[in-house]
Nanobody, 114 residues
Framework: QVQLVESGGGSVQPGGSLRLSCAASGGIFSIYVMGWYRQAPGKQRELVARITHGGTTNYADSVKGRFTISRDNAKNTVYLQMNSLKPEDTAVYYC????????WGQGTQVTVSS
């Protein structure tokens, strides 16, 4: 069983930045594909970014060039650096770990508003 704990959410003005962190425990972190998803009110959960155990990344078109996902296998942590934030980025952001099974964190709220 893998436990995921997100942190780093908050409120920011448009154009601002936030960095989300997700600390994992209870599994072999280095073998998992780690991802960040988000869910806005009234919308389905969507993939934001994903990083494989080898460091290959992919991003949703809406965040390309603004968000960067990275991982530190020594710290069992995955990060999401979010720059040039827009109001449409407002959502609950969830950390995800996938290998044979899939695990989710509890989510962290990101609000982008002036």
């Amino acid at each position: 069983q893998v436990q995921l704990v997100e942190s780093g959410g908050g409120s920011v003005q448009p154009g601002g930045s936030l960095r989300l962190s997700c600390a994992a425990s209870g599994g072999i972190f280095s073998i998992y594909v780690m991802g960040w998803y988000r869910q806005a009110p009234g919308k389905q959960r969507e993939l934001v970014a994903r990083i494989t155990h080898g460091g290959t990344t992919n991003y949703a078109d809406s965040v390309k060039g603004r968000f960067t996902i990275s991982r530190d296998n020594a710290k069992n942590t995955v990060y999401l650096q979010m720059n040039s934030l827009k109001p449409e980025d407002t959502a609950v952001y969830y950390c995800n770990a996938a290998y044979v099974a899939t695990f989710w964190g509890q989510g962290t709220q990101v609000t982008v508003s002036s």
